[in-house]
Nanobody, 127 residues
Framework: QVQLVESGGGLVQTGGSVRLSCAASGRSSFNTYAMAWFRQAPGKERQFVAGISASGSSTRHSDSVKGRFTISRDNAKSTIYLQMNSLKPEDTGFYYC???????????????????WGQGTQVTVSS
């Protein structure tokens, strides 16, 4: 079984920065799977934010966060990160990390392509 634990969320003012972390543990070859961040705002579906390939050489960011957020990973620590800058109130939501379903493939923007999910961490951006 794979466990993913997010941390780093909290309350931040508009224009501020936050860095989220997601640590993986359990039976996992962390460095062979793509990872991603999704977020879910109240009353809305969970949406793709950013994804990173197994090696870290390829990344994808949604249009809404491009230029402001950066996903990265440290395979030696089995951890991924999401650096969030220039935060806006519409960035508010629960942020989840996810591990890809298929070794060596991705990152995908589709929720169905991820097999394991963390419990999420809340980010609230005040206006």
């Amino acid at each position: 079984q794979v466990q993913l634990v997010e941390s780093g969320g909290g309350l931040v003012q508009t224009g501020g920065s936050v860095r989220l972390s997601c640590a993986a543990s359990g039976r996992s070859s962390f460095n062979t799977y793509a990872m991603a961040w999704f977020r879910q705002a109240p009353g809305k579906e969970r949406q793709f934010v950013a994804g990173i390939s197994a090696s870290g050489s390829s990344t994808r960011h949604s249009d809404s966060v491009k230029g402001r957020f950066t996903i990265s990973r440290d395979n030696a620590k089995s951890t991924i990160y999401l650096q969030m800058n220039s935060l806006k109130p519409e960035d508010t939501g629960f942020y989840y990390c996810a591990r890809g379903s298929v070794s060596g493939w991705g990152p995908s923007e589709r929720r169905d392509d991820y097999a394991y999910w963390g419990q999420g961490t809340q980010v609230t951006v005040s206006s």
